[in-house]
T-cell receptor, first 113, second 118 residues
């Protein structure tokens, strides 16, 4: 079985401050990890993924995430948040040899001016 | 990049009628597409895996006779909600990945369909 946990339902941050959205996973074997962002009444937009290689992954719109195998985490980060980053963020995992994404519950990010 | 088009964006239908939602991969072929359902303020729940030229694989608890999936070509999958009822009201999202790339290529999502059954 595979699962993803996003422990925070909502994260509030002031514009210009660092943004972190937490994600931990549970999967047998090697995990493949993804972050997506969703704006109201829209589908999901891909931000970044970890398949193999460097633990620090850089993605779209200035986001990055660090794969930490010992802590089974894949936290999403942005050094300086923008108001336009306010959205719903999903972490997802897929196990090796699988093809089904399992999503976390989502974290709503609110960036205040 | 890969683009997935989903249509319609929103639909309102009467209870007891059927609604068809289309998911098209515009610039790539997809042997596999996925259909999700999302309740308000909740995560995405995988409903089924749509396989080109064969029957869809449904997740546990999803009624295959109610949610009919057809994947007749490498660029089109359809989800038909049959005999819709108010409890079927939800946000439905499809996703696909380019043929042969699997998850490594990343999954592209459609923009979603808001279904309201009255």
């Amino acid at each position: 079985a595979q699962s993803v946990a996003q422990p925070e339902d909502q994260v509030n941050v002031a514009e210009g401050n660092p943004l972190t959205v937490k994600c931990t996973y549970s999967v047998s074997g090697n995990p493949y990890l993804f972050w997506y962002v969703q704006y109201p009444n829209r589908g999901l937009q891909f931000l970044l993924k970890y398949i193999t290689g460097d633990n620090l992954v850089k993605g779209s719109y200035g986001f990055e995430a660090e794969f930490n195998k010992s802590q089974t985490s894949f936290h999403l980060k942005k050094p300086s948040a923008l108001v336009s980053d306010s959205a719903l963020y999903f972490c997802a995992v897929i196990k090796a040899a699988g093809n089904k994404l399992t999503f976390g519950g989502g974290t709503r990010v609110l960036v205040k001016p | 990049g890969a683009v997935v088009s989903q249509h319609p964006s929103w639909v309102i239908c009467k209870s007891g009628t059927s609604v068809k939602i289309e998911c098209r991969s515009l610039d790539f072929q997809a042997t596999t597409m996925f259909w999700y359902r999302q309740f308000p303020k909740q995560s995405l729940m995988l409903m089924a895996t749509s396989n080109e030229g064969s029957k869809a694989t449904y997740e546990q608890g999803v009624e295959k006779d109610k949610f009919l999936i057809n994947h007749a070509s490498l660029t089109l999958s359809t989800l038909t909600v049959t005999s819709a009822h108010p409890e079927d009201s939800s946000f439905y999202i499809c996703s696909a990945t380019p043929r042969g790339q699997g998850f490594v290529g990343g999954y592209t999502f459609g923009s979603g369909t808001r279904l309201t059954v009255v």
